[in-house]
């Protein structure tokens, strides 16, 4: 089956394109800032490239259990199970990433960006997949086939695209139903109300039925309480693991410091008080040479066409040149971010 995520990636960059227009059009809010989206996107395309070796630890683990159940749902009713079963699976999984310190981790750079568009949908951890794996599994005891299921999951995800954006502002009757652009405001937001709210994939319904609903009243601050000061992708996924490392490290005991992993983030302690988000904090963008913005933006196309064909493509190749090209590209992203970063040289 043709990866659905494959085929979708020049669709988000015309979309981006197109926001892009929005904005300079004044029909909406649109807020770009280069290194910043940038940096959105060099943590979707090092994701991406991850899945080359972290895929199988979700996808085997299913395959083998829909092999070993006797009965499977197909047709209609497979496809209405795995679309409602992977939309709540994804919401509690969600809430899990948000509500876990250990799960943070695993979905952290996802909310690390100040600004909310369309490259911020992009922008994922490169652990996400790890996390999310025991959740998923019921579905095949259930009888969803494996690729009914990864089917759902793609489209799932590809639905949460366009509600990062502050072009649109609320949908009507939708609001109700479905999770919208201004839903999903307010779970990116880090104003003290917004926080660990609206979990939802597409269907808002799981927020209103067990209390994580918040509408959107005041306008959001975006990124994390703490927020990050790098466009290096693979510091953007590292530093939360270290920040976590030195707070364990500081507690008293080692069974206090295992149950603080396992606390909602920003869980205060005696040895780690509790962050607080200053709403007036200026935004970090990278103040780059114009020249590196050309070199990383006439660079960036052919990083874009290597990451569609190892979606794409790399099933057909040799273990080998798979990885290769992965590697490739997580040195591509990280030496854009050396060229943004106000640092070097």
């Not at 759902?152 to 509600?163: P, R």
């Not at 996924?237 to 080692?254: C, K």
């Not at 780059?288 to 006439?298: I, Q, T």
Request: glycine share 6%; with cysteine; charged share 10%.
């Amino acid at each position: 089956m043709l990866n659905p995520i494959a085929i979708a990636i020049p669709l988000f960059f015309a979309a981006i394109g197109v926001e892009l227009a929005v904005g300079r059009l004044g029909w909406g809010k649109v807020e770009y800032h280069f290194p910043t989206a940038i940096a959105d996107l060099s943590c979707g395309i090092t994701q991406q490239a991850s899945k080359f070796f972290l895929a199988p630890l979700l996808i085997v683990p299913f395959a083998l259990i829909d092999a070993a159940v006797p009965w499977e749902l197909t047709g209609l009713g497979g496809h209405l199970l795995a679309f409602l079963g992977v939309d709540f699976i994804y919401y509690l999984w969600h809430r899990f990433t948000h509500e876990c310190r250990l799960g943070w981790l695993t979905h952290v750079v996802h909310h690390q960006s100040q600004d909310y568009n369309l490259a911020v949908a992009l922008r994922q951890t490169l652990t996400s997949a790890i996390s999310s794996v025991p959740f998923y599994l019921p579905l095949a005891v259930l009888g969803v086939p494996t690729e009914v299921f990864l089917l759902h999951t793609a489209l799932n995800t590809l639905y949460q695209f366009w509600i990062h954006t502050e072009a649109i502002d609320t949908l009507g009757p939708l609001e109700w139903v479905l999770n919208t652009p201004s839903h999903h405001r307010v779970h990116h937001g880090v104003n003290p109300e917004y926080l660990d709210k609206n979990y939802a994939g597409v269907l808002i319904i799981w927020d209103r039925a067990f209390g994580t609903f918040e509408p959107e009243v005041a306008p959001p601050v975006y990124g994390t309480v703490v927020p990050l000061a790098t466009t290096n992708p693979l510091l953007a996924n590292a530093l939360p693991f270290v920040d976590l490392w030195r707070e364990v490290r500081a507690a008293p005991t080692w069974r206090e410091g295992l149950v603080h992993m396992l606390r909602a983030p920003g869980h205060p302690s005696a040895w780690s008080p509790k962050p607080t988000a200053d709403l007036q904090r200026p935004k970090f963008v990278p103040a780059a040479p114009a020249g590196r913005w050309w070199a990383v933006g006439l660079s960036f196309p052919l990083v874009a066409v290597a990451v569609l064909a190892l979606l794409a493509l790399s099933p057909g190749w040799s273990w080998a040149a798979g990885a290769g090209l992965a590697v490739a590209i997580f040195a591509a992203t990280v030496g854009w971010a050396w060229l943004l970063e106000p640092t070097a040289a």
